[in-house]
């Protein structure tokens, strides 16, 4: 059993040689090998558009920046998209936007998951990360197809919430949309920035619990990277980003230790902040990776931070699924089970 002491030894051993954590990191790779295999997972990402009614203090996209030229891809774009990466043998893709939660733009959602299954014969398994929600909207949405939902906390923290986002935009929402999202049958994925202004280590530490806590199914997180213009992007760095990358890999391993069989993405952000980031968190212990499927056209149009890389990453050297399976974590099924009412004699039925 993994403590908080020990995530917190991990975390706090000097930074500076990624080789000094390569114990660490065999060891997750290891454990994932074992619950969930060796291969790496993919997902096609499409960004359908930069449109935000957000304004979080560190994203490019927010929609206080006016220097983003703002873009809607077309249905067509993303039901190209979508049937590019069913036929090269992706079995999932994730539907990414800035947040918007008009009539219009519910309904453009359950169409476009309506068409995406219908046109790969339901094959295609749809992962949605398009921020908070109603609970209909969230029922609509799954009842068209979707079934995996991406809903960052970016910090478990309230008081560390509090200090990057504007002051109408509620942590206590998030979580329950997180509740709401679970109950509505998703299996659910969050996470957080690594290495935030104001952040300190024993943040990261009660973020791994956090997701031990809330029991998810999957996670994404990756280096905080200052975007230019916003207003997070000017208060102090805690961490040089050489240490955001060496930390985002530790809390990869130590959360594979902690939850061995949940899905943990390699993130761009890591890719960001290195030529061979995501393979570093694949070797760390990820076991799914997004490349970008968004059109290159408006791929420039997404620029959640600086640097945010626009060609994707190579992936020689893993065993990449590309045989249009789902990929869904083990952990979910397992957690579906657990929750099966007891049998009156007391025995699991
Ligand atoms: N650095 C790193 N990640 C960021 N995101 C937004 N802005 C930044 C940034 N400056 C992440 C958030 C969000 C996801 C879509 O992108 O965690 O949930
Ligand atoms: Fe919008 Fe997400 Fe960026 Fe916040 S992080 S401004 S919700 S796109």
Same mark, same amino acid.
């Given at each position: 059993?993994? &403590?908080?002491?020990?995530?917190?030894?991990?975390?706090?051993?000097?930074?500076?040689?990624?080789?000094?954590?390569?114990?660490?990191?065999?060891?997750?790779?290891?454990?994932?090998?074992?619950?969930?295999?060796?291969?790496?997972?993919?997902?096609?990402?499409?960004? !359908?558009?930069?449109?935000?009614?957000?304004?979080?203090?560190?994203?490019?996209?927010?929609?206080?920046?006016?220097?983003?030229?703002?873009?809607?891809?077309?249905?067509?774009?993303?039901?190209?998209?979508?049937?590019?990466?069913?036929?090269?043998?992706?079995?999932?893709?994730?539907?990414?936007?800035?947040?918007? &939660?008009?009539?219009?733009?519910?309904?453009?959602?359950?169409?476009?998951?309506?068409?995406?299954?219908?046109?790969?014969?339901?094959?295609?398994?749809?992962?949605?990360?398009?921020?908070?929600? @109603?609970?209909? &909207?969230?029922?609509?949405?799954? #009842?068209?197809? @979707?079934?995996?939902?991406?809903?960052?906390?970016?910090?478990?923290?309230?008081?560390?919430?509090?200090?990057?986002?504007?002051?109408?935009?509620?942590?206590?929402?998030?979580? $329950?949309?997180?509740?709401?999202?679970?109950?509505?049958?998703?299996?659910?994925?969050?996470?957080?920035?690594?290495?935030?202004?104001?952040?300190?280590?024993?943040?990261?530490?009660?973020?791994?619990?956090?997701?031990? #806590?809330?029991?998810?199914?999957?996670?994404?997180?990756?280096?905080?990277?200052?975007?230019?213009?916003?207003?997070?992007?000017?208060?102090?760095?805690?961490?040089?980003?050489?240490?955001?990358?060496?930390?985002?890999?530790?809390?990869?391993?130590?959360?594979?230790?902690?939850?061995?069989?949940?899905?943990?993405?390699?993130?761009?952000?890591?890719?960001?902040?290195?030529?061979?980031?995501?393979?570093?968190?694949?070797?760390?212990?990820?076991?799914?990776?997004?490349?970008?499927?968004?059109?290159?056209?408006?791929?420039?149009?997404?620029?959640?931070?600086?640097?945010?890389? !626009?060609?994707? &990453?190579? !992936?020689?050297?893993?065993?990449?699924?590309? $045989?249009?399976?789902?990929?869904?974590?083990?952990?979910?099924?397992?957690?579906?089970? @657990?929750?099966?009412? !007891? @049998?009156?004699?007391?025995?699991?039925?």
């Amino acid at each position: 059993m993994i &403590t908080r002491k020990d995530l917190i030894e991990n975390l706090k051993a000097p930074l500076g040689e990624l080789e000094a954590d390569r114990e660490l990191f065999a060891a997750a790779a290891a454990q994932r090998d074992r619950m969930v295999g060796s291969r790496v997972h993919v997902r096609g990402l499409i960004e !359908l558009s930069n449109r935000c009614r957000k304004n979080c203090l560190y994203c490019g996209i927010r929609s206080g920046n006016p220097a983003v030229e703002r873009y809607e891809l077309t249905d067509e774009q993303v039901l190209a998209a979508a049937e590019r990466a069913w036929r090269a043998g992706y079995g999932s893709v994730v539907l990414q936007a800035g947040e918007r &939660t008009d009539g219009a733009f519910v309904d453009r959602v359950e169409r476009l998951v309506k068409r995406i299954k219908e046109r790969s014969n339901g094959g295609m398994g749809i992962t949605l990360s398009l921020g908070e929600q @109603a609970r209909a &909207t969230y029922r609509r949405w799954f #009842e068209a197809g @979707a079934h995996r939902y991406l809903l960052r906390i970016e910090a478990s923290s309230p008081e560390l919430y509090a200090r990057i986002h504007p002051a109408d935009h509620s942590y206590r929402e998030r979580m $329950d949309c997180l509740r709401v999202l679970r109950d509505e049958g998703y299996q659910v994925g969050t996470g957080v920035m690594i290495g935030l202004p104001f952040q300190r280590v024993e943040d990261l530490v009660d973020d791994l619990l956090f997701f031990r #806590e809330l029991d998810i199914d999957m996670c994404g997180m990756g280096p905080y990277i200052e975007a230019p213009g916003t207003p997070l992007a000017t208060s102090p760095e805690a961490f040089s980003r050489a240490e955001r990358l060496q930390l985002s890999l530790r809390m990869i391993a130590l959360l594979r230790l902690l939850m061995p069989d949940i899905n943990i993405a390699a993130t761009t952000a890591l890719h960001a902040l290195h030529p061979q980031g995501r393979e570093l968190g694949i070797a760390a212990g990820a076991n799914v990776m997004m490349p970008n499927l968004t059109p290159a056209a408006v791929r420039e149009g997404y620029r959640l931070y600086d640097n945010k890389p !626009l060609a994707d &990453t190579d !992936l020689r050297g893993f065993e990449v699924v590309f $045989d249009r399976a789902w990929g869904d974590a083990p952990h979910f099924a397992a957690r579906r089970k @657990a929750s099966e009412p !007891l @049998a009156e004699d007391g025995s699991e039925k």
